[in-house]
Nanobody, 125 residues
Framework: QVQLVESGGGLVQAGGSLRLSCAAS????????LGWFRQAPGKEREFVAV????????WDTDAVRGRFTISRDNDKNTVSLQMNSLKPEDAAVYYC??????????????????WGQGTQVTVSS
């Protein structure tokens, strides 16, 4: 059974940092896209970032660029999201996902076949 399990969420003050981790089991994802999405209350789930199998990241807009860092460890089958300088608008449930390579837009959620259960990030102002 394939599972993605996120950890590392919690409550942090604005300006603080959190590191999210996602551990995959049941199969290896060294050749797959590994991405992070988030969903704030009352909003649709949105793309945050993805890291390709070669370690190249692709980010959403400048909303998180420069503050967040995505990384992967193919040996451990994990993907992480280091979040610095957190803002209240970053508060959301964060999901990791594993997707297929190919021509589709990496932010297209339909290309991601496996999802974690989500981890809550709360940022107080």
């Amino acid at each position: 059974q394939v599972q993605l399990v996120e950890s590392g969420g919690g409550l942090v003050q604005a300006g603080g940092s959190l590191r999210l981790s996602c551990a995959a089991s049941g199969r290896t994802f060294s050749s797959n896209l590994l991405g992070w999405f988030r969903q704030a209350p009352g909003k649709e789930r949105e793309f945050v970032a993805v890291i390709h199998s070669n370690g190249q990241p692709t980010w959403d807009t400048d909303a998180v660029r420069g503050r967040f860092t995505i990384s992967r460890d193919n040996d451990k089958n994990t993907v992480s999201l280091q979040m610095n300088s957190l803002k209240p608008e970053d508060a959301a449930v964060y999901y990791c996902a594993a997707g297929r390579t190919g021509p589709l837009d990496v932010s297209d959620q339909t290309r991601y076949d496996y999802w974690g259960q989500g981890t809550q990030v709360t940022v107080s102002s």
